[in-house]
C-alpha cells in the first residue's frame, strides 16, 4: 500500500506507470518480416505462417459457409441464450448510437449538410487463445452490423482441428458475418491490410490481440493507401475507486476479473480507507485460490497497486491522472462522482455493476483505448464504423452572397485560382442579368 500525499511527483507518477509493452526492434523487425512475407507472397505465406505459429496445415483458407449455419446445433441450450442476450443487448445500445444527417442554410442560397454512409469493408479480429473470445465477436459484429457495413470480414486463428469453435461461428453468423479467414496473428492483420488471392483487403481493422497483433496494426496503418485502424491498444487494465463502505469481497473480485486476461495487465485500487485496502488485499489472496487462470492472475497482480488517498476527491483526481481502460466506482454516493471524472474508456458505477457486465451483456463496448489512451481516445462505438462527409450547395444568389467573402481570402492567402474560381461565376451571372435587362 502507497500513501499517495507522503509521494512527491516524479514518485506518483512512477506508481502510475503501465507495466513495459512489448516494444523492441526485435518484434518490430519479426512483424515488418511477416508482412513482407504476406505482401510477396500471399496466401502461401499464410498457410506457412499458420502451420508455424497455430501447428496447423491448412487446405482453404476460408472458413465453409455450412460452418457458420450448423453451428447453433453444436452449442447447449445455455449459452445459446447466452449469446442471444448479449446481442440483443449490444444491439439495442448501439441502435439507439445511430446519428443523424445535418443540413443547414448558412447564408441565403448556401445550404450545408453533413451526411453518414458505412464503411464499405471492415476487417474484425478475433484473438485464439485458451478460450474462444465469443464476446468479442459480439462487439465489433453487432456495430458493424448495425451500422450497415456491406462487406464484414473475421479473421481468426484455427483451432488444433483446422476449424473454428462453435460459440464464434453462432455469433458471427448473428451477425450476418459469412466471410470468415483461418487466420491470426499478424500474418492475418498483414491479409486485411493487404489483400491476398483468397482475402480482399478492408478498409478498416478493428479487434485486440497479442504483441504481434498489436504492430502489425500499427505498421499496415502507416502504409500509403492503407486501413485504418481502430486504436491503440496496450494490456488490459483497471482502477477500483472504494470508499470505506465498499464491499472488499467485490472489489478484489473487480480486481481479479481483469487480472486473469494477462499477466501484463494491471490492477489498481484506490482508497481514502486503509481498512478497506487491507481488507481487500486479504480478499484478493483468498479468490486467487478459487481460480483456474491463477497463476496468471497472480502474475498480473504482482504489479497492483493500493493507493491511500486522504479524500474521495483525491482519489478521483488520481484516476484522472491514471486514464483507466475500466473505472469502477464503489462508494455510497457513486453517481455523484460522475461529473468530476474525465478520463476513462468506460466506468461502472456501483457495487451492483461489475465490469464484466461490460465485457459481456450489458450492452456497451468492451473494445476500449488503454494504456492512458482515455485522455483523447473513445470507446468503440458505431461511429467508428461509420463515415462522415459533407455536402454544399450554392445557388447563383447564395454565391453573390458570400462571393466577396471567398475572394478576399483567397486573395489573403494569396491563391489567384481560388479567387478567380469565384470572380468568373460571378461575371457570368453579371452577364446573364445584363442581358435579362436588354
Not at 441502435?95 to 448558412?106: F, G, H, L, M
Not at 454544399?392 to 492567402?413: F, K, T, V
Given at each position: 500500500?502507497?500513501?499517495?500525499?507522503?509521494?512527491?511527483?516524479?514518485?506518483?507518477?512512477?506508481?502510475l506507470s503501465?507495466?513495459?509493452?512489448?516494444?523492441n526492434?526485435?518484434?518490430?523487425?519479426?512483424?515488418?518480416?511477416?508482412?513482407?512475407?504476406?505482401?510477396?507472397?500471399?496466401?502461401?505465406?499464410?498457410?506457412?505462417?499458420?502451420?508455424?505459429f497455430?501447428?496447423?496445415?491448412?487446405?482453404?483458407?476460408?472458413?465453409?459457409?455450412?460452418?457458420?449455419?450448423?453451428?447453433?446445433?453444436?452449442?447447449?441450450?445455455?449459452?445459446?441464450?447466452?449469446?442471444?442476450?448479449?446481442?440483443?443487448?449490444?444491439?439495442?445500445?448501439?441502435?439507439?448510437?445511430?446519428?443523424?444527417?445535418?443540413?443547414?442554410?448558412?447564408?441565403?442560397?448556401?445550404?450545408?449538410?453533413?451526411?453518414h454512409?458505412?464503411?464499405?469493408?471492415?476487417g474484425l479480429y478475433i484473438?485464439?487463445?485458451?478460450?474462444?473470445?465469443?464476446?468479442?465477436?459480439?462487439?465489433?459484429?453487432?456495430?458493424?452490423?448495425?451500422?450497415?457495413?456491406?462487406?464484414?470480414?473475421l479473421?481468426?486463428?484455427?483451432?488444433?482441428?483446422?476449424?473454428?469453435?462453435?460459440?464464434?461461428?453462432?455469433?458471427?453468423?448473428?451477425?450476418?458475418?459469412?466471410?470468415?479467414?483461418?487466420?491470426?496473428?499478424?500474418?492475418?492483420?498483414?491479409?486485411?491490410?493487404?489483400g491476398?488471392?483468397t482475402?480482399v483487403?478492408?478498409?478498416?481493422i478493428?479487434?485486440?490481440?497479442n504483441?504481434?497483433?498489436?504492430?502489425?496494426?500499427?505498421?499496415?496503418?502507416?502504409?500509403?493507401?492503407?486501413?485504418?485502424?481502430?486504436?491503440p491498444?496496450?494490456?488490459?487494465?483497471?482502477?477500483?475507486?472504494?470508499?470505506?463502505?465498499?464491499?472488499?469481497?467485490?472489489?478484489?473480485?473487480?480486481?481479479?476479473s481483469?487480472?486473469?486476461?494477462?499477466?501484463?495487465?494491471?490492477?489498481?485500487?484506490?482508497?481514502?480507507?486503509?481498512?478497506?485496502?487491507?481488507?481487500?488485499?486479504?480478499e484478493?489472496?483468498?479468490?486467487l485460490?478459487?481460480?483456474?487462470?491463477?497463476?496468471?492472475?497472480?502474475?498480473?497482480?504482482?504489479?497492483?497497486?493500493?493507493?491511500?488517498?486522504?479524500?474521495l476527491?483525491?482519489?478521483?483526481?488520481?484516476?484522472?491522472?491514471?486514464?483507466?481502460?475500466?473505472?469502477?466506482?464503489?462508494?455510497?454516493?457513486?453517481?455523484?462522482?460522475l461529473?468530476?471524472?474525465r478520463?476513462?474508456?468506460?466506468?461502472?458505477?456501483?457495487?451492483w455493476?461489475?465490469?464484466?457486465?461490460?465485457?459481456?451483456?450489458?450492452?456497451?463496448?468492451?473494445?476500449?483505448?488503454?494504456?492512458?489512451?482515455?485522455?483523447?481516445?473513445?470507446?468503440?462505438?458505431?461511429?467508428?464504423?461509420?463515415?462522415?462527409y459533407?455536402?454544399?450547395?450554392?445557388?447563383?444568389?447564395?454565391?453573390?452572397?458570400?462571393?466577396?467573402?471567398?475572394?478576399?481570402?483567397?486573395?489573403?492567402?494569396?491563391?489567384?485560382?481560388?479567387?478567380?474560381?469565384?470572380?468568373?461565376?460571378?461575371?457570368?451571372?453579371?452577364?446573364?442579368?445584363?442581358?435579362?435587362?436588354?
Open positions: 500500500m502507497q500513501t499517495w500525499s507522503s509521494l512527491n511527483q516524479g514518485q506518483q507518477q512512477a506508481l503501465r507495466p513495459a509493452m512489448a516494444d526492434d526485435a518484434l518490430s523487425n519479426t512483424v515488418a518480416d511477416i508482412i513482407q512475407q504476406v505482401a510477396k507472397k500471399g496466401d502461401e505465406a499464410l498457410r506457412q505462417l499458420t502451420a508455424r497455430d501447428g496447423v496445415e491448412l487446405g482453404e483458407l476460408a472458413l465453409a459457409t455450412g460452418q457458420l449455419a450448423c453451428a447453433v446445433n453444436e452449442i447447449s441450450n445455455e449459452v445459446k441464450a447466452a449469446i442471444d442476450t448479449a446481442y440483443a443487448n449490444i444491439h439495442a445500445f448501439h441502435r439507439a448510437q445511430k446519428p443523424s444527417d445535418v443540413k443547414v442554410e448558412t447564408a441565403p442560397g448556401v445550404v450545408c449538410e453533413l451526411k454512409a458505412p464503411l464499405d469493408s471492415v484473438p485464439g487463445g485458451s478460450a474462444p473470445l465469443i464476446s468479442t465477436v459480439l462487439m465489433l459484429g453487432v456495430t458493424a452490423q448495425v451500422a450497415g457495413c456491406p462487406r464484414k470480414v479473421c481468426t486463428p484455427p483451432n488444433k482441428q483446422g476449424n473454428v469453435p462453435a460459440e464464434i461461428r453462432y455469433a458471427a453468423s448473428l451477425c450476418d458475418i459469412d466471410e470468415v479467414y483461418l487466420v491470426g496473428g499478424a500474418q492475418a492483420i498483414a491479409a486485411l491490410a493487404l491476398t488471392d482475402i483487403k478492408v478498409d478498416k478493428f479487434g485486440p490481440g504483441s504481434f497483433v498489436t504492430e502489425a496494426k500499427q505498421q499496415v496503418s502507416r502504409i500509403p493507401a492503407g486501413p485504418a485502424i481502430d486504436m491498444a496496450g494490456p488490459s487494465e483497471v482502477l477500483v475507486i472504494a470508499d470505506g463502505k465498499a464491499n472488499p469481497v467485490f472489489v478484489a473480485s473487480d480486481l481479479l481483469q487480472a486473469e486476461h494477462g499477466a501484463d495487465s494491471q490492477a489498481i485500487l484506490v482508497s481514502d480507507s486503509q481498512a478497506l485496502i487491507q481488507a481487500t488485499e486479504q484478493v489472496e483468498r479468490q485460490m478459487t481460480l483456474s487462470r491463477q497463476d496468471t492472475a497472480r502474475k498480473a497482480m504482482s504489479h497492483s497497486r493500493y493507493i491511500l488517498t486522504e479524500s476527491d483525491s482519489a478521483i483526481e488520481v484516476s484522472n491522472q491514471y486514464a483507466p481502460e475500466h473505472l469502477i466506482i464503489q462508494v455510497e454516493e457513486a453517481r455523484a462522482c461529473p468530476k471524472l478520463n476513462a474508456g468506460s466506468i461502472f458505477v456501483g457495487q455493476s461489475p465490469e464484466s457486465a461490460g465485457d459481456y451483456a450489458s450492452g456497451t463496448n468492451h473494445v476500449l483505448p488503454t494504456y492512458g489512451y482515455a485522455r483523447n481516445y473513445s470507446s468503440l462505438g458505431l461511429a467508428d464504423f461509420i463515415r462522415r459533407t455536402v454544399q450547395e450554392l445557388s447563383a444568389a447564395g454565391l453573390q452572397n458570400i462571393g466577396s467573402a471567398i475572394m478576399d481570402l483567397a486573395q489573403a492567402e494569396g491563391l489567384d485560382a481560388h479567387k478567380q474560381a469565384v470572380a468568373l461565376r460571378l461575371a457570368a451571372l453579371n452577364n446573364l442579368t445584363g442581358d435579362d435587362c436588354e
